[in-house]
């Protein structure tokens, strides 16, 4: 299972790190994202990271501001986001994925989700 945390409330213009806690699963065989969900949306697939630790932005919100970082060792992957807008505001969600790729489909694995509210 995954175990999100870290969402929270803060002001235009401030960072939240993000963190995802994995049990149950060999967590370094598998590739990580973070998606989000704002209130009457689509959920969106941000940023991945591989096995082999290479990030891959899938979309321009994340690109320049969110970064992602894994640490095998302690089965837990980040979500380090700055500048937040209140845009960002959403459920964020972390998920497992064997073979790892932006569709929501190719995740085995999904935490319960963080609230990040951005206000403005």
């Known amino acids: 299972q995954l175990q999100a945390s870290g969402g929270g409330l803060v002001q235009a213009g401030a960072s939240l790190r993000l963190s995802c806690t994995a049990s149950?699963?060999?967590?370094?065989?598998?590739?990580m994202g973070w998606f989000r969900q704002a209130p009457g949306k689509d959920r969106e697939v941000l940023i991945g990271i591989s096995k082999s630790d290479s990030p891959t932005y899938y979309t321009d919100s994340a690109k320049g501001r969110f970064t992602i970082a894994r640490d095998n060792a302690k089965n837990t992957v980040y979500l380090q986001m700055n500048s937040l807008k209140p845009e960002d505001t959403a459920v964020y969600y972390c998920a497992a994925s064997w073979l790892g790729g932006p569709r929501s489909y190719l995740y085995d694995y999904w935490g319960q989700g963080t609230q990040v509210t951005v206000s403005s």
């Open positions: 149950g699963f060999t967590f370094s065989n598998y590739h």
